[in-house]
């Protein structure tokens, strides 16, 4: 197949496109920053409208839409949140225009979401038919993917991966918590109840990959591991698989006063399963937290330290 892949240079972006690679698939990587070193990097300068676009997109078999401004990269300033929402709506803009010019659009758009589309829901179970919650990362969510559902037509199936919190150890968040856990200083957040949707970096991968290629994957899909757990429960989780103390707690108050808004991503949680996913079909391969960070640290080079 040949994939085109918008913001194939982010960290997931550079993860499905090893695998696309590695299975023999012709991958054409859309990115503010072409690489010199890759043939098969486009520039691009999404702004919502198609430009020459329609070009690299025409006859492709499928689209994969990644493009945005990281959530967690920096404070949410007021400027901020509008380049948030801006990368998010104009590539997805760019993308769905460009392929209406097609002559032979591609069969399949497979574009980003995220789980914060249902706003916190403390312990209460949420699927793909709960509706979207009313703060800003909700919003943000429902309108980057109205722009992605504009491309449905006879020729194109769109699929949404509403993803939680992406495990490798090598891109993500986890990196950033592994130097305080490695020196006993882990630390639940804030009341330690808010539960965190994570999947492992091979399966959400797999996902997608199974998203381009069935036919029966239209609609929102949550990209989350089918036993989601507290904060709590994954940072003493995270301790015992580095067999490192993690006892340390950060309040709420500090949390806002350090990240202002942006703190709502630590504080705030949705008990999100992968509903649609199992009842389709797909298999995780990691479905429990442990195993999967077992699977992280040893087989990327992250070890625990000894005993």
């Given amino acids: 197949m040949t994939i085109v892949l918008a913001g194939g240079s982010g960290f997931l972006g550079r993860k499905l496109a090893a695998r ?3 299975d023999r698939h012709q991958v054409v990587v859309l990115t503010r920053r072409p690489r010199k070193d890759r043939h098969s990097d486009v520039a691009w300068h999404p702004d919502g409208s198609a430009g020459s676009l329609a070009g690299h997109l025409d006859g492709v078999d499928a689209v994969v839409n990644l493009a945005g401004e990281g ?9 901020r949140k509008t380049a948030l929402r801006d ?9 769905v225009r460009a392929m209406a010019t097609c002559q032979t659009p591609p069969r399949v758009l497979v574009s980003a979401s995220g789980v914060g589309y249902y706003g916190p829901h403390g312990d209460e179970a949420v699927t793909e038919r709960t509706p979207a919650g009313p703060d800003f990362l909700a919003r943000l969510c429902v309108e980057w993917e109205q722009e992605a559902r504009a491309a449905e037509g006879r020729a194109t199936r769109v699929a949404m991966v509403r993803t939680g919190l992406v495990l490798d150890a090598k891109g993500g968040a986890l990196p950033r918590m592994l130097p305080a856990f490695r020196l006993g200083l882990g630390a639940t957040i804030g009341s330690g109840r808010q539960f965190m949707p994570w999947i492992h970096v091979a399966d959400w ?3 997608v990959l199974w998203l381009i290629e069935s036919e029966r994957g239209t609609g929102a899909f949550n990209a989350t591991a089918p036993e989601p757990v507290t904060n709590r429960d994954f940072t003493s989780t995270l301790g015992r698989v580095l067999r490192r103390p993690a006892v ?3 309040p709420e108050f500090a949390l ?3 990240l ?5 991503l630590l504080i705030a949680g949705q008990r999100a399963l992968p509903a649609r996913a199992e009842e389709l079909g797909f298999r995780f391969s990691f479905r429990a937290l442990e195993p999967a960070l077992q ?3 040893s087989v990327q080079g992250v070890s625990a330290p000894p005993r």
């Fill in 256 to 258: 806002k006063l350090g």
């Fill in 20 to 22: 696309l690679e590695h």
């Fill in 87 to 95: 990368s998010r709506l104009l590539a997805t803009r760019a993308l």
């Fill in 260 to 264: 202002g808004d942006m703190s709502y």
């Fill in 71 to 79: 959530i967690a990269d920096r404070r949410w300033s007021r400027d």
């Fill in 248 to 250: 340390l707690h950060a």
């Fill in 205 to 207: 991968v797999s996902m």
């Fill in 295 to 297: 699977d992280i640290l």
